[in-house]
DNA sequence: TCATTATAGTTAGCCTCCTAACTATGTCAA
DNA sequence: TTGACATAGTTAGGAGGCTAACTATAATGA
């Protein structure tokens, strides 16, 4: 999961956001407060996530690989499935485990059942790395949530669940 | 603002959680379903804002850009402010600005009083491109956010500022 | 006063994403 | 069987972020 977007760090005011709504009608105040404090939050989630894992010499994109593939049973997978559960283009996964086999972490294996494919694998120093990395983002991850009590994360899914029903209107 | 985030579309089923927490002792379990699904929402939202705003040839960061000088009394600002206030370096507002300016969007004006500094000002086509995407973009947000009543519209508004509060353990 | 430091903006080069086009291989049906 | 289409992966080139370094101007203080 790959996350980019400007930090708005200057969130209109109630006054600005009326200024607009009178100029344009169809403004919901609480609408666009809501969505945008929604975006800015979650923008710097993900720059703090990123911040976590470049200690480790990862980003999103290498480290959901890394974790796709120790889901497997096998330890493997290919980039076009790799590709499709991580949402990106399959261009950018030959890039993304390009840069995992260059460090090691995972090694591509030559499919003998149908020669256009590719097995991506987990090395050992793929697993060693995720030992290392899972323990201390789920550490961090704890702290960062822990204001949060077991109800209020059941509220904010079932609002995140209100939110995307209405994605496709915003498309 | 801009956001890019892997999309995340295979979310962690309960069972892979578990095991996963086995492995890692440290993991909180609905701490991190609730985080990815945060991560998700928002990346979805992001993308349908952009897919919005590319009918109007326009991305987040430059739509951001002529919002923030609509908002001035004068219609104008400096480069250094608006990188500021939408959280992006000044070498990537310099960028903006070229594409806005060559749009005819926005104009460069050399500030008599401090002869580092640029003004860039709000051009009558610039407002005139406002006024087209803005109505457009309010009235799919209203739609989008149609979901939520005002009292969720809070209650997203008090959970995003819990979790804020942790974001610097997470860093 | 004038050397030092700070600030405004730009440029250069890198990164990671994208789309589109390409190669190689597999599938299917006339 | 073989021509048309589909699929897997890669490559090429573009967009928009970033950092670091550069130019020009302003501010500061010994």
Same mark, same amino acid.
């Given at each position: 999961?790959?996350?980019?977007?400007?930090?708005?760090?200057?969130?209109?005011?109630?006054?600005?956001?009326?200024?607009?709504?009178?100029?344009?009608?169809?403004?919901?105040?609480?609408?666009?407060?809501?969505?945008?404090?929604?975006?800015?939050?979650?923008?710097?989630?993900?720059?703090?996530l990123?911040?976590c894992l470049?200690k480790h010499?990862l980003?999103q994109?290498r480290w959901w690989v890394l974790i796709l593939l120790m889901r497997?049973?096998?330890?493997?997978?290919?980039?076009?499935?790799?590709?499709? !559960?991580?949402?990106?283009?399959?261009?950018?996964?030959?890039?993304?485990?390009?840069?995992?086999?260059?460090?090691?972490l995972?090694?591509?294996?030559?499919? !003998?059942?149908?020669?256009?494919?590719?097995?991506?694998?987990l090395?050992?120093?793929g697993q060693a790395k995720l030992d290392v990395v899972m323990p201390d983002y789920y550490r961090r991850l704890r702290?960062?949530?822990?204001?949060?009590?077991?109800? !209020?994360?059941?509220?904010?899914?079932?609002?995140?669940?209100?939110?995307?029903?209405?994605?496709?209107?915003?498309?």
């Amino acid at each position: 999961m790959m996350l980019i977007m400007l930090q708005l760090r200057d969130l209109p005011t109630p006054e600005v956001l009326q200024k607009f709504a009178e100029r344009y009608p169809d403004a919901d105040v609480t609408a666009i407060a809501s969505f945008l404090n929604l975006l800015r939050v979650a923008t710097e989630l993900s720059l703090a996530l990123d911040a976590c894992l470049s200690k480790h010499d990862l980003l999103q994109g290498r480290w959901w690989v890394l974790i796709l593939l120790m889901r497997e049973e096998r330890l493997s997978s290919t980039p076009s499935i790799l590709a499709e !559960k991580t949402g990106v283009t399959r261009a950018t996964m030959t890039g993304l485990i390009d840069s995992l086999e260059q460090g090691g972490l995972v090694v591509r294996v030559f499919d !003998k059942a149908d020669r256009r494919s590719v097995i991506v694998k987990l090395t050992d120093a793929g697993q060693a790395k995720l030992d290392v990395v899972m323990p201390d983002y789920y550490r961090r991850l704890r702290q960062c949530m822990q204001g949060l009590d077991v109800t !209020k994360r059941e509220e904010l899914n079932q609002i995140l669940g209100l939110i995307q029903l209405g994605i496709p209107a915003l498309i």
